[in-house]
């Protein structure tokens, strides 16, 4: 991932996501789809031809601008012997990356649901590598801290949102303790916190199509 190739990211008023510089987009089973110099993706939820845009948002009435955040912004610390890990709910993406990675410390069945004492450091650092969105860190020196693992710089999750990684985007995320060289970006079109997603496509279980 070089420096000087900078993509960016705009997300157009009541349209698409649209993409400049873009080097690698990776599909829902991990497949390389072409790449444009400027390239609209869809965050309507509605195109028929995913994650690319048809143009679906002028008549199914997306609205850019509505939504309600599904989780609250706030930071929540888990502290353990070891690491104090970091959550933001409001930007989570239900990615699971954490779940997949170290079942142990991130688990929703028990309360907490992280519960840092009952994984290795590294284990730890793993998951915040891999959290996409940026909602998970760790407590370093009273700051929150994320880390970054190396990945395609866009990601299409199936029925969930883009994974983007190191681009410049037009809408500051609003999410506290939030980091710009990660984020997630909602396609479903229901997120109350576009361009971000809240996780709200898991929670009404938007199915992608692709
Ligand atoms: S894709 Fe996550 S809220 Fe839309």
């Given at each position: 991932m070089g420096e000087d190739s900078k993509i960016t990211i705009a997300a157009r008023e009541n349209g698409p996501l649209v993409v400049k510089g873009l080097d690698t987009l990776k599909g829902p089973d991990g497949q390389a789809l072409e790449v444009k110099p400027v390239m609209a993706l869809c965050r309507c939820g509605g195109s028929k031809t995913k994650p690319f845009c048809d143009g679906s948002h002028k008549?199914?009435?997306?609205?850019?601008?509505?939504?309600?955040?599904?989780?609250?912004?706030?930071?929540?610390?888990?502290?353990?012997?070891?690491?104090?890990?970091?959550?933001?709910?409001?930007?989570?993406?239900?990615?699971?990356?954490?779940?997949?990675?170290?079942?142990?410390?991130?688990?929703?069945?028990?309360?907490?649901?992280?519960?840092?004492?009952?994984?290795?450091?590294?284990?730890?650092?793993?998951?915040?590598?891999?959290?996409?969105?940026?909602?998970?860190?760790?407590?370093?020196?009273?700051?929150?801290?994320?880390?970054?693992a190396d990945?395609?710089?866009?990601?299409?999750?199936?029925?969930?949102?883009?994974?983007?990684?190191?681009?410049?985007?037009?809408?500051p995320n609003p999410g506290e303790a939030t980091t710009p060289r990660k984020f997630v970006l909602c396609r479903c079109g229901k997120s109350g916190i576009k361009p971000y997603c809240d996780g709200t496509h898991k929670d009404q279980g938007w199915k992608s199509g692709d």
């Amino acid at each position: 991932m070089g420096e000087d190739s900078k993509i960016t990211i705009a997300a157009r008023e009541n349209g698409p996501l649209v993409v400049k510089g873009l080097d690698t987009l990776k599909g829902p089973d991990g497949q390389a789809l072409e790449v444009k110099p400027v390239m609209a993706l869809c965050r309507c939820g509605g195109s028929k031809t995913k994650p690319f845009c048809d143009g679906s948002h002028k008549t199914n009435g997306f609205d850019s601008s509505s939504g309600t955040p599904a989780g609250r912004n706030r930071v929540i610390d888990y502290e353990g012997a070891e690491a104090t890990v970091t959550f933001n709910p409001m930007v989570c993406a239900h990615a699971a990356e954490c779940a997949r990675i170290a079942p142990a410390v991130f688990n929703s069945a028990e309360r907490p649901w992280v519960q840092p004492d009952k994984g290795s450091r590294a284990e730890i650092e793993e998951v915040i590598a891999h959290c996409p969105s940026g909602a998970l860190g760790l407590r370093l020196d009273g700051k929150v801290t994320h880390l970054v693992a190396d990945r395609a710089r866009i990601e299409v999750m199936r029925d969930g949102p883009y994974m983007v990684h190191d681009a410049d985007i037009s809408v500051p995320n609003p999410g506290e303790a939030t980091t710009p060289r990660k984020f997630v970006l909602c396609r479903c079109g229901k997120s109350g916190i576009k361009p971000y997603c809240d996780g709200t496509h898991k929670d009404q279980g938007w199915k992608s199509g692709d």
